[in-house]
């Protein structure tokens, strides 16, 4: 089911899901949070990555999602920086 105008209690529960996805990747191959846009992008990819449907969402990201997406991780207190 497609969430065509989520609320923002919906974007938030979103946005924590695709980010434990990261800290989980993270954790379990014992890797640095990224330091910067690039290496953010790629573990967003590497998160989305393992279906056709995952693949569809992570193209489906433009520049300004990422940017955005990448500044928000980057206030997350479990973010820390290299």
Known sequence: MAIDNP?????????QAIFAKTDDLLNKNN?????DLMGFTELLRLVFNDDDAGRAIFNSFDEKLLKT???MYKKRPEYEQN
């Open 7 to 15: 609320t923002p209690e919906e974007m938030t529960n979103m946005i």
């Open 31 to 35: 890797l640095p949070p990224p330091g």
């Open 69 to 71: 997406l990448w500044e």
